[in-house]
């Protein structure tokens, strides 16, 4: 039996986001994670930050840790056959565009 797969940083966030946003618009997600998804991208859009980004290093380590803690609350929180339903999609795709970008 072949041991699973780990995802690369790039694949991980690829796969996370569009799992987010299926899950902002799918009609089965409940309103929580939603607004939880939305404070999300108004905090990654918003010029507002807990540490200012011209503090080096800190001003972009403090975004990363509440963009990474606030995705990990919601995937806790979506339903089981969101997170099944949507998991990995971008690998797919990805694959799938190789193999008939080659052809």
């Known amino acids: 039996m072949a041991a699973p797969s780990r995802l690369s940083l790039r694949e991980t966030i690829k796969s996370d986001a ?3 946003f299926k899950a ?3 009609k ?5 994670p939603r607004l ?4 999300l991208i108004v905090y990654v859009i918003s010029p507002v930050d807990i540490l200012p980004d011209w ?3 800190l001003g972009i380590v ?3 840790i ?4 606030l995705t990990k609350w919601i995937k806790k929180l ?11 999609k971008v690998i797919e795709w990805e694959v799938i565009r190789e193999h008939t970008s080659k052809n």
């Open 55 to 57: 503090i080096l290093f």
């Open 78 to 88: 979506l339903p089981k056959k969101l997170k099944d339903e949507f998991s990995g």
């Open 62 to 64: 403090d975004d990363l």
């Open 28 to 32: 089965h997600t409940p309103l929580f």
């Open 24 to 26: 902002l618009i799918d």
């Open 36 to 39: 939880l998804i939305i404070l």
């Open 66 to 69: 509440v963009i990474s803690l």
């Open 18 to 20: 569009v799992l987010l």
